[in-house]
């Protein structure tokens, strides 16, 4: 069983910054991708941005330029440096996580956690 646990979303106003955190836990045997969904307030699914373990990142267009994703691999930690925040930012932020366990592939995510970006 693997866990993500998602922190550092909040209020920040239009043109700030927030850094959300996700940390893996429990049985791993490696981490192939560590990303970043999020659902709108409209109820839109979308891919912020994922990372993979050779070295290939994406980001979704709207969010390039100003979010930056990095790991700390030795510590199974996403990070998602959040810049030039907009009001179109607001929504739960959900941490997810391709993990291999056991010879086999399986996807994880979190619970997700709020971010509002309004004056």
């Known amino acids: 069983q693997v866990q993500l646990v998602e922190s550092g979303g909040g209020l920040v106003q239009p043109g700030g910054s927030l850094t959300l955190s996700c940390v893996a836990s429990g049985f791993i045997d490696a981490i192939n991708v560590m990303g970043w969904f999020r659902r709108t307030p409209g109820n839109q699914r979308e891919l912020v941005a994922d990372s993979a373990s050779d070295g290939k990142i994406n980001y979704s267009d709207s969010v390039k330029g100003r979010f930056t994703i990095s790991e700390d691999r030795a510590q199974n930690t996403v990070y998602l440096h959040m810049n030039s925040l907009k009001p179109e930012d607001t929504a739960v932020y959900y941490c997810?996580?391709?993990?291999?366990?056991?010879?086999?592939?399986?996807?994880?995510w979190g619970r997700g956690t709020q971010v509002t970006v309004s004056s």
């Open positions: 997810y996580s391709n993990i291999r366990q056991r010879g086999r592939n399986y996807n994880y």
